[in-house]
Antibody, heavy 129, light 106 residues
Framework: VQLVESGGGLVQTGRSLRLSCTTS????????LSWVRQVPGKGLEWVGL??????????EYAASLRGRFIISRDDSKSIAYLQMNSLKSEDTAVYYC?????????????????????WGQGTLVTVSS | SYELAQPPSLSVSPGQTAKITCSGDKLEDKFASWFQQRPGQSPVLVIYQDDKRPSGIPERFSGSNSGNTATLTISGTQAMDEADYYC?????????FGGGTILTVL
């Protein structure tokens, strides 16, 4: 199992940026992917997740980011994306993608016992004017 | 919104037991995971579903969850265990991380 983030870099305040999480070693379409970020020197912050298409491909976001950040997936390429709009200086962080341990199941079966077993190496996004 | 609280830091001597706590309202009704993060590295899962250890994680790592507190215990702490540790749980469909604990082994 491998997850490799890319697309980070320096971007101006107010602009947009799209990150990619390119995966291999597993059946991408079966799994929930999450994005987690970490401001340098600070803690982990969950950004959001995307369910498998079998279960609607629905997305969930941290309340503070809902509306500016959009997660999508391309199962044909085994890639998850994080579209970040109207970027602010406080969005400066390392962005990780992470995969849950088990394939996705129906919402009724998701009981909060899911866990993040695999992580990418992260990609740094720096937002500056 | 749901919150998890961790002590900012903890120091232990090599060979001693480190207990890192994670507090949240009725946390025992949820599952807790723990992640280790060394400087410049990605998080590594060390405990999931309160007390389960992934393959490859040393037996000295254990977890528990009771009442409002989940605890990560590192028995016989080694220098290599020096790292940041984060607890995590789910609140409905959202993920919540604790603020992290810096474990110093000296």
């Amino acid at each position: 199992v491998q997850l490799v983030e890319s697309g980070g870099g320096l971007v101006q305040t107010g602009r947009s940026l799209r990150l990619s999480c390119t995966t291999s070693g597993f059946t991408f379409s079966d799994y929930v992917l999450s994005w987690v970020r970490q401001v340098p020197g600070k803690g982990l912050e969950w950004v959001g997740l995307i369910r498998s298409e079998d279960y609607g491909g629905t997305t969930e976001y941290a309340a503070s980011l809902r509306g500016r950040f959009i997660i999508s997936r391309d199962d044909s390429k085994s890639i998850a994306y994080l579209q970040m709009n109207s970027l602010k200086s406080e969005d400066t962080a390392v962005y990780y993608c992470s995969r849950e341990a088990r394939p996705d199941v129906s919402s009724a079966m998701r009981g909060g016992d899911e866990y993040f077993q695999y992580w990418g190496q992260g990609t740094l996004v720096t937002v500056s004017s | 919104s749901y919150e998890l609280a961790q002590p900012p830091s903890l120091s232990v001597s090599p060979g001693q037991t480190a207990k890192i706590t994670c507090s949240g309202d009725k946390l025992e009704d949820k599952f807790a995971s723990w992640f280790q993060q060394r400087p410049g590295q990605s998080p590594v899962l060390v405990i999931y579903q309160d007390d389960k250890r992934p393959s490859g994680i040393p037996e000295r790592f254990s977890g528990s969850n009771s009442g409002n507190t989940a605890t990560l215990t590192i028995s016989g702490t080694q220098a290599m265990d020096e790292a940041d540790y984060y607890c995590q749980t789910w609140d409905s469909s959202s993920v919540v991380f604790g603020g992290g604990t810096i474990l110093t082994v000296l």
